[in-house]
């Protein structure tokens, strides 16, 4: 994905790092980010609420969280698959019932908008870290 990006990132007239880089091992200093953004990312980090506190403590005071995810369904049949899909998945990789909206609570976000793309389960997060 990196060499992917690279065409994208050389065109920016701006300032743009990209990197491999695990959630749970941040090398930046505190309060370091005015957003974030995450794509279909916290189904798979092992510990999501602490990969989430991770997010938090790089963001700076007000800082943004943005986050396009699956998560779990309420709506049967669509929940029953999801969570009979999950521990096979598991192995792979993804978890595909994992409640995300929930995790940016726990990790001490303040939730600012929710948008439904597919039914309950592909949504987009908004969140603000207020320190």
Known sequence: MLEFAQPRVDAYHGKME???IDVMDLPYEEHSFDQVFTSCTFCSV???VEGLKALYRVLKPGGELHMFEHTG???FPFNLMLN???PL???LGPEMNRPTQDNVKKAGF???GLN???MDVVKIIHAIAEK
Do not use: D, G
């Open 46 to 48: 092992p510990n999501p």
């Open 73 to 75: 369904s309420r709506i």
């Open 84 to 86: 009979l899909m999950t």
């Open 18 to 20: 990209i990197s491999e």
């Open 110 to 112: 303040t939730l600012t």
């Open 89 to 91: 998945t598991r192995n």
């Open 116 to 118: 439904h793309i597919y």
